[in-house]
């Protein structure tokens, strides 16, 4: 096997986000930020099979940081690029939206992982939108192979324009593996010049400054789009014999579209549309107007289908343009069976044979905390503290999933860092309901901080748990910020203290009477209070531990079964996925996934929870 | 040949290896294939799945429901479901019987499948049923070794040598080499 670092040409089977890494590596580009997200963290993990004298990288206090960090490097005339989740560009976009005001004479690519079916989002937002507000050009690849040439692509015509531009992968290609061919690595010295010059600018869009920068911006996107219409990025596909029909998709949607015809022997032609945004509006025209009905196949929003009418219609080509009848069409993603059964809407010829409704047994399984999370152990003490008609905010993270049973913790969720302000929000003129906010420590330095200094300095009556596990978590353990894996090491303590909280207490999360201890002095406290319930990621740590030690096995815990009078707290209340419940109805370990961590050992009323002798 | 691959299991047992392994193999038999990894939120211990599509025209990485002609999963209440939503009439599927509730029984909300319930829906799909057990195997994340050996010998597919998915095992495996060629040899089906 390869490694995706291999200096000369090679061939390999590779997920998206490696052949993306790849790609960066090929066409040198010299500055690469992000902030942690699905579907996009893998792009890091193969980044850092490179040699890293090459280029810079960094994992950013969030998404607006990074991007912020990538665009200055651009100034200075290094080509750079930003990659993160959808959502990312939600915070990113504050600064985002001004770049391609801004003549970023190195060049910078953004890459965006966009989540259609929500697998791993709060929502499914179709980034496609922020093109068209920003005037920033975008790019979507169909596949691994695609994404990997098109980001090349991206970083040609951005230094050629001096413009951002956006790659949009979705998921599915992030995660998705081909075979793909890669060219050699050129090895050199890059002498990191600084070429920042204000004569490149201006760069300070202030008032009736703004005109010149924004008619610079709206300028470029004519030239990027006589660019790609030399380019192969749009691309008609023939099937043999013009029937008058012809199908427009772009991105994963077109990969779906194109199986769909394959495999259903129809001769419909299909356009492909790689540069999404702006779109070569003649060149399309042109392609439409030898048909006379045209399907626009979007995942997501009607973006497509509007402007390919509206070209139509300016046009006055008359051919008819069908697209997505129902509301459910505009959810989820669109796989091959689910694009047919929306084309034989209109066309019958694609239409599915019947399949047998069969009744199913089978039911979800969600995910839960891993055993020996510091998290189950905080929300274990927290519920039995808590009163009915409390109010619980979530935050995003590993500790989200309390939400679901037996915790059910952090009843509202919005984005990154909301959960404190939420919950001030709660607490306004409400004195009989104390409102609680969870908050991990990855999330805290990405956008709770504002947050936090307003409850603090305005005095806010809630109690913010930080649920402190030194990483982020659930992307993979990322080192966040201050947790001294990467640059300084910051003491959570110091800062809550300078940011002018006034009561602050640590416990380890494992220490149930210490937090309810003060858990109840926050509660007569008048005013913001913050405990932090510290406990390092158990997962990391295990798997850290295996890396030392290949040989290392962890402990286990076992249940006295002459003592344990099956009340079942460990099982349904506690409710560490190690334990299981057998058919006589009494609980056992399972060894396969206990580690030996012990903060069950707590939740037994019966004290039956031992940790097993000689396990280790 | 046309053929499409859904492995299936609980975060945590190697869903992902078993399927870049495969994936790897199908390749030196000299297959066009595409795959693609789904995980949700967590780390450990929800549902994952790896989808392997192999064959001429394939151009979209995830197999749609009733489509595939393999249902490989690690667990049984994965395999239910797996058998359930994706496998195709006359399918086949190959599990470890392995089991992992998932909160929901552990309350007591739910009843964890029957071997039956999985007889059932092959019966109803005409399908394959194949379970693995492999008494005395210790390590949990090994059983996608016993899996993959099974696979390669019920399925038959034309160039998919044992030979070939070893030399793929052993440069994925990082721990255990010979344990896991072991057990491999210890699963291979006549």
């Known amino acids: 096997m390869k490694k995706i670092s291999e200096k000369e040409e090679f061939e390999a089977y590779v997920m998206g986000n490696y052949a993306l890494a790849r790609a960066m590596a090929e066409v040198q580009v010299r500055v690469i930020t992000s902030y942690p997200g699905s579907p996009t963290p893998e792009i890091a993990e193969a980044l850092s099979e490179f040699k890293s004298e090459n280029f810079y990288f960094e994992f950013s206090a969030n998404e607006k940081v990074a991007l912020e960090k990538a665009a200055g490097a651009s100034l200075n005339g290094h080509l750079s690029c930003c990659f993160f989740k959808s959502v990312g560009l939600n915070v990113a976009s504050d600064s985002l939206i001004q770049l391609p005001m801004m003549e970023l004479i190195g060049g910078l690519v953004v890459i965006l992982g966009d989540d259609p079916g929500a697998n791993s989002s709060q929502n499914e937002q179709d980034n496609r939108h922020f093109s068209r507000m920003a005037y920033l050009p975008m790019l979507e690849p169909s596949s691994p192979k695609e994404a990997y040439e098109m980001f090349k692509t991206a970083c040609s015509l951005s230094v050629k324009l001096r413009m951002p531009i956006f790659l949009r992968i979705t998921t599915h290609i992030a995660h998705s593996r081909e075979k793909i061919k890669f060219s050699k690595l050129i090895d050199d010295k890059y002498s990191w010049e600084s070429k920042f010059s204000s004569n490149n600018g201006p760069y300070v869009p202030v008032a009736s400054a703004v005109f010149p920068l924004k008619e610079r911006a709206l300028n470029k996107l004519n030239e990027f789009k006589k660019e790609i219409s030399s380019l192969e990025i749009n691309k008609i596909f023939k099937n043999g014999e013009n029937n008058g029909k012809l199908i427009i998709a772009s991105g994963l949607t077109f990969a779906a579209a194109y199986e769909a015809v394959k495999s259903s022997e129809v001769k419909i032609d299909i356009l492909k549309i790689g540069a999404s945004y702006p779109l070569d509006e003649d060149n399309i025209a042109d392609i439409i107007r030898g048909y006379e009905e045209v399907f626009v196949l979007e995942e997501l929003d009607r973006i497509l289908e509007g402007e390919i009418k509206s070209l139509c219609f300016d046009r006055k080509i008359n051919a008819k343009i069908y697209s997505r009848k129902n509301i459910s069409d505009l959810m989820g993603e669109i796989g091959v069976k689910r694009a047919k059964k929306i084309f034989s809407d209109f066309w019958p010829e694609f239409s599915l044979p019947k399949e047998n409704i069969i009744d199913k047994k089978g039911f979800p399984r969600f995910p839960q905390l891993c055993p020996g999370c510091g998290h189950r152990s905080a929300f274990y003490a927290v519920k039995e503290f808590i009163s009915q008609e409390d109010i619980t905010v979530a935050d995003i993270g590993c500790h989200t999933l309390g939400y679901l049973a037996p915790y059910k913790m952090g009843e509202v969720l919005f984005s990154m860092g909301h959960s404190v302000s939420t919950a001030a929000g709660l607490a306004l003129k409400n004195e009989k309901r104390k409102v609680l906010a969870f908050m991990g420590d990855s999330t805290f330095f990405h956008a709770g901080l504002p947050g936090l200094l307003n409850a603090s300095v305005l005095n806010s009556e809630i109690i913010l748990i930080l649920l402190e596990n030194g990483t982020t978590a659930m992307t993979g353990h990322q080192s966040r910020l201050g947790s001294g894996e990467i640059g300084e090491s910051l003491d959570l303590i110091k800062l809550l203290e300078a940011c002018g909280v006034k009561f602050i207490r640590k416990a380890d999360a494992y220490n149930r009477t210490e937090l309810k201890k003060h858990l109840s002095e926050a509660k007569n406290h008048k005013g913001f209070a913050v405990i932090i319930a510290h406990h390092p990621c158990m997962l990391k740590y295990s798997r850290e531990m295996k890396k030392k030690n290949p040989s290392y096995k962890p402990g286990k815990v076992e249940i006295d079964k002459s003592i344990c009078d099956l009340r079942k707290t460990c099982l349904e209340k506690f409710a560490c996925p190690s334990f299981a419940l057998q058919e006589d109805g009494t609980v056992k370990v399972n060894e396969d996934l206990c580690i030996g961590d012990g903060s069950c050992i707590m939740s037994c009323p019966s004290r039956a929870i031992k940790p097993k002798k000689g396990a280790k | ?190």
């Open chain 2, 1 to 190: 040949m046309n053929f499409n691959i859904y492995i299936n299991g609980v975060g945590g047992q190697g869903v992902g290896i078993l399927a870049a392994v495969l994936g790897e193999s199908l390749i030196s038999a000299g297959y066009e294939i595409m795959g693609c990894d789904t995980h949700g939120l967590a780390q450990r211990h929800g549902s994952v799945s790896s989808h392997i599509r192999a064959g001429k025209n394939i151009f979209h990485p995830l197999i749609d429901e009733n489509e595939a002609d393999f249902v490989l999963s690690l667990e049984r209440l994965e395999a239910l479901r797996g058998a359930e939503n994706m496998l195709k009439s006359n399918g086949t599927l190959i599990f470890y019987d392995s089991v992992y509730q998932p909160i929901s029984v552990r309350t007591g909300e739910k009843k964890y499948p029957s071997l039956q319930d999985l007889e059932k829906i092959c019966f109803i799909k005409k399908a394959v049923f194949h379970k693995i057990k492999i008494e005395g195997l210790k390590d949990f994340r090994k059983q996608n070794t016993a899996l993959i050996s099974v696979f390669v010998s019920l399925a038959k597919i034309p160039g998919l040598t044992h030979e070939i998915v070893l030399s793929q095992l052993k440069d994925y495996i990082k721990y255990d080499i010979e344990e896991n060629i072991k057990i491999y040899e210890r699963a291979k089906v006549p």
